[in-house]
């Protein structure tokens, strides 16, 4: 069984830093892309960065409104991606999920959902 663990979120102020971390807990996995994304209350969800083509080859992608503030990386080894949050603004505040795909596993998985509340 493969769940991703997500970790980090919180409360931060305007302009302020905050780093997200997933983390893939299981066995006998290979993963084929790991990404962010996010849902704020009445919008739909959406991409904010992520390896989306390959985990191990690719280059990262983002959404327009976070690019030059936010940083995504990865650790082969830990199996784990990590989103790195500076400048934070409050219209960033949402709830934030890990998402990953496997190679021959049915999904996408979503983690549980972090919330990061950005105050002005």
């Known amino acids: 069984q493969v769940q991703l663990v997500e970790s980090g979120g919180g409360v931060v102020q305007t302009g302020g830093s905050l780093r997200l971390s997933c983390t893939v807990a299981?066995?006998?996995?290979?993963?084929?892309?790991m990404a962010w994304y996010r849902q704020a209350p009445g919008e739909q969800r959406e991409l904010v960065a992520g390896?989306?083509?390959?985990?191990?080859?690719?280059?990262?992608v983002y959404a327009d409104s976070v690019k030059g503030r936010f940083t995504i990386s990865k650790d082969f080894a830990k199996n784990a991606v990590f989103l790195q949050m500076n400048h934070v603004k409050p219209e960033d505040t949402a709830i934030y999920y890990c998402?990953?795909?496997?190679?021959?596993?049915?999904?996408?998985?979503w983690g549980q959902g972090t919330q990061i509340t950005v105050s002005s």
């Open positions: 998402n990953a795909a496997f190679h021959d596993l049915p999904g996408p998985y």
């Open positions: 299981g066995s006998g996995f290979s993963i084929d892309a």
């Open positions: 390896f989306t083509r390959s985990y191990v080859g690719s280059s990262a």
